[in-house]
T-cell receptor, first 116, second 113 residues
Framework: AQKITQTQPGMFVQEKEAVTLDCTYD???????LFWYKQPSSGEMIFLIY??????QNATEGRYSLNFQKARKSANLVISASQLGDSAMYFC?????????????FGTGTRLKVLA | NAGVTQTPKFQVLKTGQSMTLQCAQD?????MSWYRQDPGMGLRLIHY???????DQGEVPNGYNVSRSTTEDFPLRLLSAAPSQTSVYFC????????????FGPGTRLLVL
């Protein structure tokens, strides 16, 4: 069965430092997608980055990169040069593609606080 | 291009009342879904649809009904509200064949007394 695990309920990082948010997943589907979303205190869900299971290279989007380790079933988000505006909840999510259901599941999230 | 819109933004219900949360998208997306978000938890899938006339249950479907008569609209119905349904509800849509992102609505905050 699909499962997403985020083991860090909260993280602190100093401004301008890099931070890694952990995400592990479990699936038996060979084709799947992994996503990271940011939820600031205002409540909206903001898409950050996507990694397909067949993608050979790690995804990058500006200061965000996804450290995809398929054998270990991990999809950690790396934020470089943290900014105060990065303080938010971060959710990892997965979608299985081969099953035909296109269900997304989410982890419980990590609250990141960037310190000045 | 409005993206995904949800109405209302906030609603208070009494136990046993019914209501419909509205969701609409103007991106011609086949896939639409409803999630609920409770404190300390991620988003849990309630129902989803892969096209007009096609719906299926997610992780927490009990107490909720959906229908999809058009590509644009995907309403969520609470037939008899319970305090356990107090939550923030998000609607989302995406292109099935281009799964890089799912677009979320702004959310509906529901309080059931």
């Amino acid at each position: 069965a699909q499962k997403i695990t985020q083991t860090q309920p909260g993280m602190f990082v100093q401004e301008k430092e890099a931070v890694t948010l952990d995400c592990t997943y479990d699936t038996s589907d060979p084709s799947y997608g992994l996503f990271w979303y940011k939820q600031p205190s205002s409540g909206e869900m903001i898409f950050l980055i996507y990694q397909g299971s067949y993608d050979q290279q790690n995804a990058t989007e500006g200061r965000y990169s996804l450290n995809f380790q398929k054998a270990r079933k991990s999809a950690n988000l790396v934020i470089s040069a943290s900014q105060l505006g990065d303080s938010a909840m971060y959710f990892c999510a997965m979608r299985e593609d081969m099953s035909g259901t296109y269900k997304y599941i989410f982890g419980t999230g990590t609250r990141l606080k960037v310190l000045a | 291009n409005a993206g995904v819109t949800q109405t209302p933004k906030f609603q208070v219900l009494k136990t046993g009342q019914s209501m419909t949360l509205q969701c609409a998208q103007d991106m011609n997306h086949e896939y639409m879904s409803w999630y609920r978000q409770d404190p300390g938890m991620g988003l849990r899938l309630i129902h989803y649809s892969v096209g007009a006339g096609i719906t299926d249950q997610g992780e927490v479907p009990n107490g909720y009904n959906v229908s999809r008569s058009t590509t644009e609209d995907f309403p969520l119905r609470l037939l008899s509200a319970a305090p356990s349904q107090t939550s923030v509800y998000f609607c989302a849509s995406s292109d099935i064949w281009v799964a890089e992102t799912q677009y979320f609505g702004p959310g509906t905050r529901l309080l059931v007394l």
